[in-house]
């Protein structure tokens, strides 16, 4: 079993940055793929950013390109979403999600782990 648990989400203006983070405990985490999803009110948990065990591959979704950065340390068992120019549209709760093994999916239903959420609010 892993356990995650995000931070770092909050009320921000249109421009803006946070940085959330996703704290690993449990079974060893460095060998597990890292997501990022998000849900807005009245819509379906989407896709938004995920990594690899080691870091070295990253994959976005085309709203969050340019935008966005993730990025893990294995040695704290944490891994991070970097977002920068915070767009009203980006207002949802963030989740991070972990699955065993090497591929990367975009659905969440391919992910074994799940963190509770935390709230990111984009103000225009």
């Known amino acids: 079993q892993v356990q995650l648990v995000e931070s770092g989400g909050g009320l921000v203006q249109a421009g803006g940055s946070l940085r959330l983070s996703c704290a690993a405990s449990?079974?060893?985490?460095?060998?597990?793929?890292v997501g990022w999803f998000r849900q807005a009110p009245g819509k379906e948990r989407a896709f938004v950013a995920a990594?690899?065990?080691?870091?070295?591959?990253?994959y976005y979704a085309d709203s969050v390109k340019g935008r966005f950065t993730i990025s893990r340390d294995n040695a704290k068992n944490t891994v991070y979403l970097q977002m920068n120019g915070l767009k009203p549209e980006d207002t949802a709760v963030y989740y991070c999600?972990?699955?065993?093994?090497?591929?990367?999916?975009?659905?969440?239903?391919?992910?074994?782990?799940w963190g509770q959420g935390t709230q990111v609010t984009v103000s225009s």
């Open positions: 999600a972990a699955r065993e093994g090497l591929e990367i999916y975009y659905y969440p239903a391919r992910y074994d782990y």
């Open positions: 990594i690899n065990w080691s870091g070295g591959s990253t």
């Open positions: 449990g079974r060893t985490f460095s060998r597990h793929v």
